[in-house]
Each structure stands twice: as structure tokens, then as C-alpha cells.
């Protein structure tokens, strides 16, 4: 399997198969994995166990994935996704665009009343569909 549909953002490898489950790292367009146990279906989400090139064993949502052999080329680009690095920083996401929680699950679309103090561990999105497809659910 390969992580693919993701526009250059990556998705999470979760130690659990849910999306409240804990990131354990993000993984770039064209990133290969090996599935290594059954697939689980969580809250209507199905859900691939998958080990990665370096060994780290977690769960992946299953509509970011893509078989090897698919016709589809892996992205040119494999660039990490956008990310906060200090507490600090500038809100790290272009105006308009969804912030993604990588601590939470989360993701706050702009007129959210917490979407400026976003501001660690973000995952920017272009669009809900896309957010969704890396395992994130909208903040209440």
C-alpha cells in the first residue's frame, strides 16, 4: 500500500484505529506501507493496520490508501505537510484554510471560534474532504 489523495498533506499513522487515537507520525503522498494485520471498521471508518519503511506499526484510514500496483503514479512531491514548531509561532496556516489539530483529530474551519489559537502540531487543509481523509472530524 501506498498513502495517496492526500494534495501533498500526508495522513496519520494512529497507535489506535479511531481518530481520536494518538498520532504517532505523519506519512507523504507516495509513503509505502505494509499492511500487517485485519482491517477494523470504527465508527464507520474503515481502518488498515500497516507498518511503515522504518518499522513504526500503527493504524491508517483506509481512504488514503492505495495499492502498490494501482494504475495512479505516486506525487512527484513528498513533502512533509505544513506544521507548527513552537508554541510561538505565527498561525502556520495561508487565510482560509482549515487548521487540523494533529493532538486532538481535530479540524476548525476559519469561522470557528477557536481557529486562531490553533497553533501546535497544525495540519493545514485546503478542503473538509481532505481534512476527513487524514483522519480528522470537525471541532464541535
Known amino acids: 500500500m501506498r498513502v495517496s489523495g492526500t ?5 496519520n499513522l494512529r497507535e489506535e484505529p479511531s481518530t481520536s487515537g494518538p498520532v504517532l507520525k505523519t506519512l507523504p503522498d507516495g509513503a509505502e506501507l505494509t499492511v500487517v494485520g485485519p482491517d477494523q471498521e470504527i ?3 474503515d481502518w488498515r493496520n ?7 506499526t500503527g493504524w491508517m484510514a483506509a481512504e488514503v490508501l492505495a495499492p502498490l500496483d ?4 505516486p506525487p512527484a512531491s513528498t513533502a512533509p505537510p505544513t506544521q507548527a514548531t513552537s508554541p510561538g509561532s505565527a498561525a502556520p496556516c495561508r487565510p482560509g484554510q482549515i487548521k487540523g489539530n494533529a493532538t486532538t483529530g481535530l479540524f476548525y474551519r ?3 471560534p477557536d481557529y486562531e489559537v490553533i497553533r501546535e502540531r ?5 478542503t473538509e474532504p481532505q481534512a476527513r481523509a487524514s483522519g480528522f472530524q470537525p471541532a464541535p
Open 50 to 56: 500497516v507498518r511503515d519503511a522504518e518499522d513504526a
Open 122 to 126: 497544525v495540519r493545514c487543509f485546503e
Open 43 to 45: 465508527d464507520g471508518r
Open 70 to 73: 494501482s494504475s495512479e503514479p
Open 110 to 112: 476559519p469561522d470557528h
Open 7 to 11: 494534495e501533498g498533506r500526508g495522513a
